[in-house]
């Protein structure tokens, strides 16, 4: 599940897409990689910064590829 907030500055997008900042790329545990990898590049598409649960925020385009 992935959330949006927007200020006039941003987009925060919190989501659990990316374990953290670091990676992994490719998550093992994926049931379904490709569907992951899709949902990904569309939340890059929008987000400014990246809030996953666990770790700190980042700037989207630091996000693992």
Do not use: C, N, Q
């Amino acid at each position: 599940m992935t959330t949006l907030a927007g200020t006039k500055e941003e987009v925060y997008v919190f989501t659990h897409v990316w374990w953290s900042k670091r990676g992994p790329t490719d998550d093992p545990i994926a049931s379904d990689p490709a569907a992951l990898r899709r949902h990904r590049k569309r939340i890059l598409r929008i987000a400014d910064t990246i809030v996953l649960r666990h770790g700190a925020p980042f700037p989207a385009p630091y996000a693992p590829r």
